[in-house]
Structure formats: structure tokens, C-alpha cells
């Protein structure tokens, strides 16, 4: 019988570590998408997903203070509102630090890019004070899956609007890049940015409009943390920015499945981790799956391998 | 006509464009500063508020609006260089004369400095703290700058350098000068340790390996509390002594105190003094040992590497040997580096190591110019005083840091020091 417990444990492992993967894998898709078109690492791209992340909180308060009951209405409200807010920080971003940097050597972009962290954190920590920022539980409750020795798999409803949320963002965003013109304009800058340019492909509105969308699927999963966890603070994008990096070098850094593919992996992993083993390694674990993936695998699950030419 | 100088195009002043343009800059900046700057959450008897502060988001729009304006103003009006800056012979020699100078005359006053009528603790601690950055900038810069590694856990090694001699000191009371050569080979075999399975990488992946590596030494750090007594610190270290002969006003029996060596008047200040001229000979000794590591065949290897790999393979270098090598030397520069750190601070935890560090010491190599030890004492200077000297900002000071990184990168894409002088020229410069 204590077999089933350590069948209901895993199952709920499961659970909480596909909810974490969905959003690493959220915040993935950001920078791989970036790395394919413009081939350096946005280090600014956790901050977008912490100020989606603040944005949700105060929206969420204002609600409250307004006595908006209505759920379904509320976190529509809430999610536009990241949207919107998110992603202007991410198009400034671009403009402001990488664009007059693009002709320059990849490391003076990465440095910008730093910069750029550290500005975004200390600019929230300015404007909205350095304490964690708690919110009442948005939705409570949820179904208890299974039960045995005292010990229920549970799947909360914020669990499941995590989920769902995430699969919608997904089938939006792969249709976007597969079947519409821009998606189309997306892939050719990503192959080769100069032919595109030469057939008529706005580059400078491609690439912005890459760090928009890279800044909506971040807001989107800065909001689902705030529902998840119901705390935050200034400081959470630099960890999930590293691990969502990481989860996107484990899928193939350039490949858009690879990356909610390389999410999903870091998620469980951690999740699964920090079940077993002692809890304040998990971050160690996250690396130094990296770091084997990298030597073994160095083009990730889905990547392409890359050729080097003369 | 004046043809014989160079033409200078002026552009008209659209007015209307300027206008357009910072306006629109301006509802870019209303969406940027109303969810955080007008919108502000306190704590409302442990609940979360909201209250509203629009005059900021006024504030932060006018200065968008006019700072843009003014901006494509001056952008509009500057006159257009129309042809490219000559770089010849004469020049160059003569960018290099003055950079000598101004070297000499820095390491003048770098040797002067606890000497000079207006310096005061201020001054020597300020420039202790400056040269720990150029020593760890010139570290760094071998791996940067000469092999062209991106290396964003630097602070790893610096880290492991500190604790060594923080760990071997306060357990078996050995002393600094015995622990240093040690801390330096550590942190050199950690570097291979990761160099080995990681140098095989192509750039920006090694970067990030080398970041999840800091990380993985700092979370050890924090966590392994048998060891390192996790975030509280090991306290208590031993500091150094004037070779065998400590600074103390009263000193344990049979030791003689550095004031009664020479006979002089206890001074605390003393012993600042010595850290001082240690870490300025620690530097100065990496600054010589970069120089003369550039013109062996090792140095040489690196700058080759740096600039074409392939190339490179098909000379029979090896590249992963080279590149160890370069991650072993500079990993042990940050060794000894650490090691001092820990003896000044006399107190080592976790915190000192976080990768804000890291990146620190990477922008000064990447401001000081990459590959130039001129450029790092610079870059260090402006880096490490810009906090300092930010502190009337009080809590801004992070934020201007940042600021300054994106500007001065957008400003000098290619750092302080932007040209390279090459370690070997045909024909000895003539004719070129």
C-alpha cells in the first residue's frame, strides 16, 4: 500500500511541475524567439516578464478595491492589461538598448542588454518599494483527482486556468508564426535577415514586433505566477529569466516547440527535485542539466545543428 | 569654394517631423509610466493598496517629450561627416605616446597616493576597492579580451579564492601569504573543471554555462552551512601581516607589532596602508604578467583563436588546450584577487559573490575596450567610483549604473579604448 502513496505523490508532482513548466516554457519562447532573429541573449527579457508580473498585481488590487466579484471578467481585464503595459516595455527595450547596437559586436549588445536588467529591477524596486507584494488568492478550490492513505491529488482551478491559458497562448502563437503574413516575415528575417530586407520585409518592424510578442507571452506568464503563488517581488525575473534560457538551449535555442518543450523538462525536473532531493539545490539541478545537455546535445532536443562556414 | 576641408552637409529641421516624433515617444512613454510609476501598491494593514501618483507619470512624460525633441533637434543639426577619419601611422603613434604618459602618470600617483596631502582613509579604501576591479578586469581581460571567451560567472572563481583563503585560515590559521599561492591554484583548478567539459561550447552558450556556474558556487555556498556557514558568513578572518609581523596595537606575546619594528607611533591606518600597496603589487604583477603572456606563443595562440578558429585548427592549434589554458590563468588572477578580498574584508558570505559582480567585471572590460589594459584602469575607475560617488543618490545609485551601462555601450559600441593595437606588425610599421 505504500506503493500508491508514492503513486499519488508522483501524480501530484506532476501536476504542480507541468503548471511551473508552462510558464518557464512561456518565458522560453521569448528568448529563443529573439536569439533566432537577432542572435544574442535579451537578458532583459525576466524583467519583462517581472514587470508583467507587477502589472497583473496592481491591476488585480485595483479590482479588489473596486469590488469586482466576477472572475472570469476580472482576470480578462487582467490579462489585457498586461498585455498591453508588457509589451510596451518590451518594444522600448529594443529600441532603446539593442537597436542602435545591432551593427556592433555581440558583446557590446550583451552588455546593454545587463544594463538593461539591472535598470528594470532597481526601476521597480524604486517605483513600486522592495517588499514582496502579496495578493489575495484569486481562485480558490479544486478537484481532488484521486485519494489514498490520507494523501489526495489535488489540480486547483488556478492550476487548470494556468493550463488552459497556456495551450490558448500556444495555438494563438503558432498560428500567428505558421499561417500569417508577419509569421511568415518572422521566419525569413530569422533565416536571413539581408534577403529579406532585399524582397521587401520590414526588418526593424519585424524585430520589434518579435520583442512585442515575446513580451506578451512573458506578461502572460507573469500574470499566471501571480495567480499561482500569490507573492512577488522585484527580484523574480533573474531566476526564471536563467531557467527559462535554460529551458530553451534543452529544446534547441531557435526552435519555437523546442522551447515550451525544453519548459515543460526544466519545470518537472525542478518540481521533481525538489520533491526528492533537498530543495535549495533544485536551482543547481536546473544547471547542471543544462550544462550535460550542452555537452552531449549541444543543438538541444529540437534544434537544428548548427554548421559553421569559413 | 572650400573644398580642400571636408564638406559638412547640414540637414534642414523638419519641424513638424521633430514634433511628430517626440509626441509619439510621449504615449509610448504615458503606456510605459502609468502601471508602475502612476499606480503605486502599500500596504494597507497587510493588504496590498493602490494609490495613484500622477504627478510622476506627468513628470516622466514631459521629460520624454522634450528630452526626444531636444534629441532630434541636435541629431538634426549636427553636421554629417561625410568622409571616414584617416587612421595613419603618425596618429596612432601618437594616441600611443600619450597613453604611455598617462599610464606613468597614473602609476605615479597610484604609488603616491597614501602620501598625498589630501588623501585620507576615504581615498585609500575607495582605492583599494578600485585596484580589486583592475585586477580582476585584468584577469578577466585574458579571457575576454585575448581569447574572446564570454565568461559570465567570473565571480566563481573570486569567490572560490575567498573562501579558500578564508576557510584554510580560520580552520588550520595558516597564513595569508602561505594561502595565496594556494586560493590562486583552486580557483585555476576550478577553471579547468569547468573549462574542460564547457570550452567546446560555441560563445553565447558558454556564456550562459559559465553564468549557471556561478550560480551553482554561490547556491553551494549558501547552502552547504556545515562547511561555509551559509549566508551568515565565515567572520574573524585572520588579515595579513607585514611578512610575519602583525598590525595590531597590542600584539600576542612573542610577536613583535609592525609599529615596533620600525619604531614608530601605532597608526591603524598602517595597516590600510599595506593592503593598499599589496593589492597594488598584486595587480601590477597580473598587469605584467598579461603583458609578457601576449607575446608568447600561448598569448599569441589566444589573440589567433579569438579571430578565426578555424583558421587556427588548421594550423595544429588546439583549441580546447588554448582556451583551458587562458580559463585556467585568468580563473586563477580572480583566485588571488579573492584571496586579498577576503583579507581585507576579514568577513567573507555569500552575498559578496552574486552575479551582479560578475557583470560588473565584465563591463569593465567590455567599456575599458576589449583587449586593452588601459582601457580596464579606466573603465574600473568610472565603474567602480560612479556608486561610490552615487551614494548622495542614495537608493538611485543601482539604477544610474544600469543607465550608464546601456548609454555608454550605445555611445562607444566598442568600448573606452576602441583601438587594438596588434601584437605583431610586418615590416616593423614601416610601409604599412
Not at chain 1, 521597480?124 to 481532488?144: L, M, T, Y
Not at chain 1, 534543452?250 to 527535485?273: C, N, Q, R, V
Not at chain 2, 494609490?51 to 512624460?61: E, H, K, S
Not at chain 2, 557583470?359 to 583587449?371: D, S, Y
Given at each position: 500500500m505504500g506503493d500508491r502513496l508514492e503513486h499519488l505523490y508522483f501524480l501530484q508532482q506532476l501536476i504542480n511541475g507541468l503548471t511551473l513548466g508552462s510558464i518557464y516554457g512561456l518565458i522560453a519562447i521569448g528568448y529563443t524567439m529573439v536569439y533566432g532573429i537577432i542572435g544574442m541573449i535579451n537578458f532583459a527579457h525576466g524583467e519583462v516578464y517581472m514587470i508583467g508580473s507587477f502589472v497583473s498585481v496592481i491591476v488585480f488590487t485595483l479590482l479588489a478595491s473596486f469590488g469586482v466579484a466576477a472572475i472570469p471578467l476580472g482576470l480578462v481585464a487582467v490579462l489585457l492589461c498586461a498585455l498591453v503595459f508588457t509589451s510596451a516595455y518590451g518594444f522600448v527595450i529594443e529600441r532603446v538598448a539593442y537597436r542602435p547596437l545591432r551593427g556592433a559586436p555581440k558583446i557590446a549588445a550583451l552588455i546593454s542588454a545587463i544594463g538593461m536588467s539591472i535598470f528594470l529591477q532597481n526601476y521597480v524596486q524604486q517605483a513600486q518599494g522592495a517588499r514582496v507584494k502579496p495578493i489575495q488568492p484569486v481562485i480558490r478550490g479544486g478537484i481532488e483527482l484521486f485519494h489514498g492513505e490520507g494523501f489526495g491529488v489535488q489540480i486547483s482551478y488556478v492550476q487548470i486556468v494556468i493550463i488552459v491559458l497556456t495551450v490558448v497562448m500556444m495555438s494563438i502563437f503558432t498560428y500567428l508564426i505558421t499561417k500569417t503574413s508577419f509569421g511568415r516575415q518572422q521566419r525569413a528575417c530569422e533565416q536571413d535577415r539581408k534577403m529579406a530586407s532585399l524582397l521587401g520585409v520590414n526588418v526593424d518592424r519585424t524585430i520589434s514586433m518579435t520583442f512585442v510578442i515575446g513580451a506578451c507571452l512573458a506578461a502572460v506568464a507573469g500574470m499566471m505566477v501571480t495567480m499561482y503563488y500569490g507573492v512577488i517581488d522585484f527580484y523574480i525575473g533573474f531566476l526564471a529569466g536563467m531557467k527559462a534560457f535554460t529551458a530553451a538551449v534543452l529544446g534547441g535555442i531557435g526552435s519555437l516547440p523546442g522551447a515550451m518543450l525544453g519548459g515543460l523538462l526544466i519545470g518537472l525536473i525542478e518540481t521533481f527535485f525538489s520533491a526528492y532531493f533537498p530543495a535549495e539545490y533544485k536551482d543547481v539541478a536546473a544547471f547542471s542539466i543544462l550544462v550535460l545537455v550542452l555537452m552531449f546535445m549541444p543543438s538541444g532536443l529540437l534544434g537544428r545543428p548548427e554548421i559553421e562556414k569559413v | 569654394?572650400?573644398?580642400?576641408?571636408?564638406?559638412?552637409?547640414?540637414?534642414?529641421?523638419?519641424?513638424?517631423?521633430?514634433?511628430?516624433?517626440?509626441?509619439?515617444?510621449?504615449?509610448?512613454?504615458?503606456?510605459?509610466?502609468?502601471?508602475?510609476?502612476?499606480?503605486?501598491?502599500?500596504?494597507?494593514?497587510?493588504?496590498?493598496?493602490?494609490?495613484?501618483?500622477?504627478?510622476?507619470?506627468?513628470?516622466?512624460?514631459?521629460?520624454?517629450?522634450?528630452?526626444?525633441?531636444?534629441?532630434?533637434?541636435?541629431?538634426?543639426?549636427?553636421?554629417?561627416?561625410?568622409?571616414?577619419?584617416?587612421?595613419?601611422?603618425?596618429?596612432?603613434?601618437?594616441?600611443?605616446?600619450?597613453?604611455?604618459?598617462?599610464?606613468?602618470?597614473?602609476?605615479?600617483?597610484?604609488?603616491?597616493?597614501?602620501?598625498?596631502?589630501?588623501?585620507?582613509?576615504?581615498?585609500?579604501?575607495?582605492?583599494?576597492?578600485?585596484?580589486?576591479?583592475?585586477?580582476?578586469?585584468?584577469?578577466?581581460?585574458?579571457?575576454?579580451?585575448?581569447?574572446?571567451?564570454?565568461?559570465?560567472?567570473?565571480?566563481?572563481?573570486?569567490?572560490?579564492?575567498?573562501?579558500?583563503?578564508?576557510?584554510l585560515s580560520t580552520a588550520y590559521d595558516v597564513s595569508f601569504w602561505l594561502v595565496l599561492p594556494v586560493a590562486g591554484i583552486m580557483a585555476g583548478i576550478f577553471g579547468i573543471l569547468l573549462g574542460f567539459p564547457t570550452l567546446r561550447l560555441r560563445g553565447d552558450y558558454l556564456a550562459i554555462v559559465t553564468l549557471g556556474f556561478g550560480e551553482i558556487i554561490r547556491i553551494v555556498l549558501l547552502n552547504w552551512v556545515s562547511l561555509t556557514k551559509g549566508p551568515a558568513g565565515i567572520g574573524s578572518i585572520p588579515r595579513p601581516t607585514f611578512f610575519g609581523f602583525p598590525f595590531g596595537r597590542t600584539v600576542p606575546e612573542g610577536q613583535v607589532a609592525f609599529h615596533q619594528l620600525f619604531g614608530i607611533e601605532y597608526n591603524p591606518e598602517h595597516r590600510l596602508i599595506f593592503l593598499y600597496f599589496l593589492i597594488l603589487a598584486l595587480a601590477l604583477m597580473t598587469n605584467w604578467l598579461v603583458l609578457r603572456l601576449r607575446k608568447l606563443p600561448i598569448g599569441r595562440a589566444w589573440e589567433a583563436l579569438r579571430e578565426d578558429e578555424i583558421a587556427c585548427k588548421s594550423l595544429g592549434i588546439n583549441p580546447t588546450n588554448t582556451k583551458l589554458t587562458a580559463f585556467a590563468i585568468g580563473a586563477m588572477l580572480g583566485g588571488f584577487a579573492g584571496a586579498f578580498f577576503a583579507a581585507k574584508q576579514a568577513f567573507v558570505s555569500p552575498e559578496s559573490f552574486s552575479f551582479i559582480e560578475s557583470a560588473t567585471i565584465l563591463a569593465i572590460v567590455v567599456l575599458g575596450g576589449m583587449g586593452s589594459q588601459f582601457g580596464v584602469v579606466i573603465a574600473a575607475t568610472v565603474l567602480v567610483m560612479l556608486p561610490e560617488l552615487g551614494r548622495d543618490f542614495g537608493d538611485h545609485r543601482m539604477l544610474i549604473f544600469g543607465l550608464a551601462m546601456i548609454l555608454i555601450m550605445v555611445w562607444r559600441p566598442q568600448g573606452f579604448m576602441s583601438h587594438r593595437e596588434p601584437t605583431l606588425r610586418l615590416n616593423s610599421g614601416k610601409g604599412a
Amino acid at each position: 500500500m505504500g506503493d500508491r502513496l508514492e503513486h499519488l505523490y508522483f501524480l501530484q508532482q506532476l501536476i504542480n511541475g507541468l503548471t511551473l513548466g508552462s510558464i518557464y516554457g512561456l518565458i522560453a519562447i521569448g528568448y529563443t524567439m529573439v536569439y533566432g532573429i537577432i542572435g544574442m541573449i535579451n537578458f532583459a527579457h525576466g524583467e519583462v516578464y517581472m514587470i508583467g508580473s507587477f502589472v497583473s498585481v496592481i491591476v488585480f488590487t485595483l479590482l479588489a478595491s473596486f469590488g469586482v466579484a466576477a472572475i472570469p471578467l476580472g482576470l480578462v481585464a487582467v490579462l489585457l492589461c498586461a498585455l498591453v503595459f508588457t509589451s510596451a516595455y518590451g518594444f522600448v527595450i529594443e529600441r532603446v538598448a539593442y537597436r542602435p547596437l545591432r551593427g556592433a559586436p555581440k558583446i557590446a549588445a550583451l552588455i546593454s542588454a545587463i544594463g538593461m536588467s539591472i535598470f528594470l529591477q532597481n526601476y521597480v524596486q524604486q517605483a513600486q518599494g522592495a517588499r514582496v507584494k502579496p495578493i489575495q488568492p484569486v481562485i480558490r478550490g479544486g478537484i481532488e483527482l484521486f485519494h489514498g492513505e490520507g494523501f489526495g491529488v489535488q489540480i486547483s482551478y488556478v492550476q487548470i486556468v494556468i493550463i488552459v491559458l497556456t495551450v490558448v497562448m500556444m495555438s494563438i502563437f503558432t498560428y500567428l508564426i505558421t499561417k500569417t503574413s508577419f509569421g511568415r516575415q518572422q521566419r525569413a528575417c530569422e533565416q536571413d535577415r539581408k534577403m529579406a530586407s532585399l524582397l521587401g520585409v520590414n526588418v526593424d518592424r519585424t524585430i520589434s514586433m518579435t520583442f512585442v510578442i515575446g513580451a506578451c507571452l512573458a506578461a502572460v506568464a507573469g500574470m499566471m505566477v501571480t495567480m499561482y503563488y500569490g507573492v512577488i517581488d522585484f527580484y523574480i525575473g533573474f531566476l526564471a529569466g536563467m531557467k527559462a534560457f535554460t529551458a530553451a538551449v534543452l529544446g534547441g535555442i531557435g526552435s519555437l516547440p523546442g522551447a515550451m518543450l525544453g519548459g515543460l523538462l526544466i519545470g518537472l525536473i525542478e518540481t521533481f527535485f525538489s520533491a526528492y532531493f533537498p530543495a535549495e539545490y533544485k536551482d543547481v539541478a536546473a544547471f547542471s542539466i543544462l550544462v550535460l545537455v550542452l555537452m552531449f546535445m549541444p543543438s538541444g532536443l529540437l534544434g537544428r545543428p548548427e554548421i559553421e562556414k569559413v | 569654394m572650400t573644398d580642400t576641408t571636408a564638406p559638412e552637409l547640414r540637414k534642414t529641421l523638419d519641424i513638424g517631423k521633430i514634433l511628430k516624433d517626440a509626441a509619439i515617444s510621449a504615449v509610448v512613454a504615458l503606456f510605459l509610466a502609468v502601471p508602475l510609476l502612476g499606480l503605486e501598491t502599500f500596504d494597507a494593514g497587510g493588504k496590498l493598496g493602490v494609490r495613484t501618483r500622477w504627478m510622476w507619470v506627468v513628470i516622466a512624460i514631459a521629460c520624454v517629450f522634450f528630452g526626444k525633441l531636444l534629441m532630434n533637434v541636435w541629431l538634426s543639426l549636427r553636421p554629417v561627416k561625410t568622409k571616414a577619419k584617416v587612421v595613419n601611422e603618425a596618429s596612432v603613434r601618437r594616441g600611443q605616446i600619450i597613453i604611455k604618459a598617462l599610464s606613468f602618470a597614473m602609476l605615479l600617483f597610484a604609488l603616491t597616493l597614501p602620501a598625498l596631502p589630501f588623501s585620507d582613509r576615504w581615498w585609500i579604501d575607495n582605492g583599494i576597492t578600485v585596484l580589486i576591479y583592475i585586477m580582476l578586469g585584468w584577469g578577466l581581460n585574458i579571457v575576454v579580451g585575448l581569447a574572446g571567451l564570454l565568461d559570465l560567472g567570473y565571480v566563481a572563481f573570486y569567490a572560490v579564492g575567498a573562501y579558500s583563503y578564508a576557510l584554510l585560515s580560520t580552520a588550520y590559521d595558516v597564513s595569508f601569504w602561505l594561502v595565496l599561492p594556494v586560493a590562486g591554484i583552486m580557483a585555476g583548478i576550478f577553471g579547468i573543471l569547468l573549462g574542460f567539459p564547457t570550452l567546446r561550447l560555441r560563445g553565447d552558450y558558454l556564456a550562459i554555462v559559465t553564468l549557471g556556474f556561478g550560480e551553482i558556487i554561490r547556491i553551494v555556498l549558501l547552502n552547504w552551512v556545515s562547511l561555509t556557514k551559509g549566508p551568515a558568513g565565515i567572520g574573524s578572518i585572520p588579515r595579513p601581516t607585514f611578512f610575519g609581523f602583525p598590525f595590531g596595537r597590542t600584539v600576542p606575546e612573542g610577536q613583535v607589532a609592525f609599529h615596533q619594528l620600525f619604531g614608530i607611533e601605532y597608526n591603524p591606518e598602517h595597516r590600510l596602508i599595506f593592503l593598499y600597496f599589496l593589492i597594488l603589487a598584486l595587480a601590477l604583477m597580473t598587469n605584467w604578467l598579461v603583458l609578457r603572456l601576449r607575446k608568447l606563443p600561448i598569448g599569441r595562440a589566444w589573440e589567433a583563436l579569438r579571430e578565426d578558429e578555424i583558421a587556427c585548427k588548421s594550423l595544429g592549434i588546439n583549441p580546447t588546450n588554448t582556451k583551458l589554458t587562458a580559463f585556467a590563468i585568468g580563473a586563477m588572477l580572480g583566485g588571488f584577487a579573492g584571496a586579498f578580498f577576503a583579507a581585507k574584508q576579514a568577513f567573507v558570505s555569500p552575498e559578496s559573490f552574486s552575479f551582479i559582480e560578475s557583470a560588473t567585471i565584465l563591463a569593465i572590460v567590455v567599456l575599458g575596450g576589449m583587449g586593452s589594459q588601459f582601457g580596464v584602469v579606466i573603465a574600473a575607475t568610472v565603474l567602480v567610483m560612479l556608486p561610490e560617488l552615487g551614494r548622495d543618490f542614495g537608493d538611485h545609485r543601482m539604477l544610474i549604473f544600469g543607465l550608464a551601462m546601456i548609454l555608454i555601450m550605445v555611445w562607444r559600441p566598442q568600448g573606452f579604448m576602441s583601438h587594438r593595437e596588434p601584437t605583431l606588425r610586418l615590416n616593423s610599421g614601416k610601409g604599412a
